[in-house]
Nanobody, 122 residues
Framework: VQLQASGGGLVQAGGSLRLSCAASGRAFSSYAMGWFRQAPGKERTFVASISWSGGTTYYADSVKGRFTISRDNAKNTVTLQMNSLKPEDTAVYYC????????????????WGQGTLVTVSS
């Protein structure tokens, strides 16, 4: 599967951004999708995931209540709505596709997008 992420940019603390990821090459509605992020000098970490149907979602504790993951299987896209952004949310954000229909924070994605940079200024 090929993944193309977009929507990153510069935003002030407290603002919002919406990331999108377009998928191609595999039956999109058959697998879970997720978002990860990598801050400068740090490891890549889990942000959120959504099951194949969109009925089950998981979030990292650090983003619960502020970020929302969703998907549109008709358009082969997954979205991450980020509200109340904080400077510590600054990172390169990656979308990812799993082999399973449901994936928790401990799941290992099979495919990765190229990443999109989110910078939150204080």
């Amino acid at each position: 599967v090929q993944l193309q992420a977009s929507g990153g940019g510069l935003v002030q603390a407290g603002g919002s951004l919406r990331l999108s990821c377009a998928a191609s090459g595999r039956a999109f509605s058959s697998y879970a999708m997720g978002w990860f992020r990598q801050a400068p000098g740090k490891e890549r970490t889990f942000v959120a995931s959504i099951s194949w149907s969109g009925g089950t979602t998981y979030y990292a504790d650090s983003v619960k209540g502020r970020f929302t993951i969703s998907r549109d299987n008709a358009k082969n896209t997954v979205t991450l709505q980020m509200n109340s952004l904080k400077p510590e949310d600054t990172a390169v954000y990656y979308c990812a596709a799993y082999d399973a229909r449901i994936a928790t924070s401990k799941g290992s994605p099979r495919s990765w997008g190229q990443g999109t940079l989110v910078t939150v200024s204080s």
